[in-house]
């Protein structure tokens, strides 16, 4: 755009600068014009013949006129009826072809290598010896610096004001248009600086030029909210009606597993026992994700003891069995000093519990976390000695139902949740290789401002 700019200001500067030095040259040509016509004329004035001899008496006002400027040359030739010279230059204006009349005639053409504007007029007399007559010649020229000097001093003067009013025409432009989009400026800002999840309304006052499109953004804004808040609700509705019929499944899968004693029978209710549980496990995690996005929209930060969490945490995976042994292997390690974050507590806790847990599903061995603080900010690391994920798959374990392989435990919306959570709280996760075998996973959290305490 602002090469198109660019190249569009020197298109129009060049056509200006073209149309005013035409226009400067043709006014200094008609200028000088004058002047040598009137020399040429109050020359022709005085030319006569008597006796067969030409006589012309030349005023001295014809040159002194011309001689005004310091820069022009000035040449003249007159020549009898039969074309000899009379007076002047006898190589002036030989290559121009003179009418017999009386008319003036202008011309352009070069002497000794200079370029010169010639006045020519013809005056016919009549001898007043023998009444015989013919056309006598009068030829006066100039050379062009004046001319050139007038025509750059005038284009100068008509280009100078032309530029400055197109600077000043500009600027305010400029300053016009920046004006009329500061409003649209500031409502770009205020929607980056926004979270993904708020869709509120833009509140501000805007120009009446621009009302329009502020309140097509608003109604836009208010029907994807509601479309969202409809997707949450039938999401959070589907796993919550779910859950209690797939735990029952799941009950009836180990009562028949304590019964039943064939074999076959015995491994298509091991099936439905996994599917059943497997079932349930996305359901909560449904449920999970939906509650925590609502929360993240309409919960207020607020400065929460990260360590306090952890335990919160581990609290809750200890109320469920099936993490029971687990848990007796798990290593904790947290600061003494507390580690404080800008977060929103629940939401906080349910991130913490998803890596834990997946550390869980995937790793049989015992499981370590550790929190403290470092220079990255507030760090906690969650280690087991699972199987691990391949360097060509680390990529998508952030990513929704996305999982190491079909045969490995979990929805695959665990770490997806969690890096959700963690974005949102100005964070960073990361899955690494750790030494030995298995798997870390770090979050990174900004640390509160260590005036501020709980």
């Given at each position: 755009?602002?090469?198109?700019?660019?190249?569009?200001?020197?298109?129009?500067?060049?056509?200006?600068?073209?149309?005013?030095?035409?226009?400067?040259?043709?006014?200094?040509?008609?200028?000088?014009?004058?002047?040598?016509?009137?020399?040429?004329?109050?020359?022709?004035?005085?030319?006569?013949?008597?006796?067969?001899?030409?006589?012309?008496?030349?005023?001295?006002?014809?040159?002194?006129?011309?001689?005004?400027?310091?820069?022009?040359?000035?040449?003249?030739?007159?020549?009898?009826?039969?074309?000899?010279?009379?007076?002047?230059?006898?190589?002036?204006?030989?290559?121009?072809?003179?009418?017999?009349?009386?008319?003036?005639?202008?011309?352009?053409?070069?002497?000794?290598?200079?370029?010169?504007?010639?006045?020519s007029v013809q005056r016919y007399r009549a001898d007043t010896a023998t009444g015989s007559g013919g056309w006598v010649g009068i030829m006066v020229a100039e050379?062009?610096?004046?001319?050139?000097?007038?025509?750059?001093?005038?284009?100068?003067?008509?280009?100078?004001?032309?530029?400055?009013?197109?600077?000043?025409?500009?600027?305010?432009?400029?300053?016009?248009?920046?004006?009329?989009?500061?409003?649209?400026?500031?409502?770009?800002?205020?929607?980056?600086?926004?979270?993904?999840?708020?869709?509120?309304?833009?509140?501000?006052?805007?120009?009446?030029?621009?009302?329009?499109?502020?309140?097509?953004?608003?109604?836009?804004?208010?029907?994807?909210?509601?479309?969202?808040?409809?997707?949450?609700?039938?999401?959070?509705?589907?796993?919550?009606?779910?859950?209690?019929?797939?735990?029952?499944?799941?009950?009836?899968?180990?009562?028949?597993?304590?019964?039943?004693?064939?074999?076959?029978?015995?491994?298509?209710?091991?099936?439905?026992?996994?599917?059943?549980?497997?079932?349930?496990?996305?359901?909560?995690?449904?449920?999970?994700?939906?509650?925590?996005?609502?929360?993240?929209?309409?919960?207020?930060?607020?400065?929460?003891?990260?360590?306090?969490?952890?335990?919160?945490?581990?609290?809750?995976?200890?109320?469920?069995?099936?993490?029971?042994?687990?848990?007796?292997?798990?290593?904790?390690?947290?600061?003494?000093?507390?580690?404080?974050?800008?977060?929103?507590?629940?939401?906080?806790?349910?991130?913490?519990?998803?890596?834990?847990?997946?550390?869980?599903?995937?790793?049989?061995?015992?499981?370590?976390?550790?929190?403290?603080?470092?220079?990255?900010?507030?760090?906690?690391?969650?280690?087991?000695?699972?199987?691990?994920?391949?360097?060509?798959?680390?990529?998508?374990?952030?990513?929704?139902?996305?999982?190491?392989?079909?045969?490995?435990?979990?929805?695959?919306?665990?770490?997806?949740?969690?890096?959700?959570?963690?974005?949102?709280?100005?964070?960073?996760?990361?899955?690494?290789?750790?030494?030995?075998?298995?798997?870390?996973?770090?979050?990174?959290?900004?640390?509160?401002?260590?005036?501020?305490?709980?």
């Amino acid at each position: 755009m602002l090469i198109t700019t660019a190249c569009l200001f020197l298109v129009i500067g060049s056509v200006l600068a073209l149309t005013v030095g035409a226009y400067a040259r043709r006014a200094a040509d008609e200028a000088f014009d004058r002047v040598l016509t009137a020399s040429a004329l109050s020359i022709a004035d005085t030319v006569g013949i008597e006796e067969g001899s030409v006589t012309v008496d030349i005023p001295y006002s014809a040159f002194a006129i011309l001689g005004t400027s310091r820069l022009n040359r000035v040449f003249y030739r007159i020549t009898a009826p039969d074309g000899s010279l009379v007076t002047g230059s006898p190589i002036l204006a030989l290559d121009i072809e003179i009418a017999h009349d009386e008319h003036l005639h202008l011309h352009d053409s070069m002497y000794r290598g200079d370029p010169v504007r010639i006045a020519s007029v013809q005056r016919y007399r009549a001898d007043t010896a023998t009444g015989s007559g013919g056309w006598v010649g009068i030829m006066v020229a100039e050379t062009r610096e004046a001319r050139q000097e007038l025509a750059r001093h005038l284009t100068f003067n008509g280009i100078l004001p032309a530029v400055a009013i197109a600077l000043v025409s500009g600027g305010l432009i400029l300053v016009s248009v920046r004006s009329a989009f500061l409003p649209l400026r500031v409502i770009e800002s205020n929607l980056r600086a926004r979270r993904p999840s708020d869709l509120g309304r833009i509140d501000q006052e805007v120009p009446v030029e621009i009302s329009a499109l502020v309140s097509a953004l608003n109604e836009f804004m208010d029907r994807l909210g509601a479309v969202l808040d409809g997707i949450k609700r039938v999401t959070a509705d589907a796993a919550h009606q779910l859950r209690t019929p797939l735990a029952a499944i799941q009950a009836q899968a180990e009562v028949g597993l304590d019964e039943v004693q064939d074999p076959q029978m015995r491994h298509r209710l091991s099936r439905i026992h996994h599917n059943a549980r497997e079932a349930g496990l996305l359901a909560t995690m449904l449920l999970s994700d939906a509650t925590t996005m609502h929360r993240l929209e309409t919960q207020e930060r607020e400065i929460v003891n990260f360590g306090h969490t952890v335990a919160d945490a581990l609290q809750m995976l200890r109320a469920e069995s099936s993490y029971a042994n687990l848990l007796q292997s798990l290593i904790l390690e947290i600061q003494e000093d507390p580690v404080l974050v800008v977060a929103e507590a629940v939401v906080l806790r349910e991130m913490v519990r998803n890596v834990i847990e997946n550390a869980f599903i995937h790793a049989p061995g015992p499981t370590f976390v550790k929190l403290a603080v470092s220079e990255k900010g507030a760090v906690l690391l969650v280690m087991d000695r699972g199987p691990g994920i391949p360097d060509d798959s680390k990529y998508k374990v952030f990513q929704r139902f996305a999982r190491a392989g079909s045969r490995h435990p979990g929805t695959g919306l665990g770490l997806a949740i969690a890096k959700d959570i963690t974005v949102a709280f100005g964070g960073v996760i990361s899955v690494a290789d750790r030494d030995g075998g298995g798997l870390v996973v770090e979050v990174i959290l900004p640390v509160a401002a260590e005036e501020v305490s709980i």
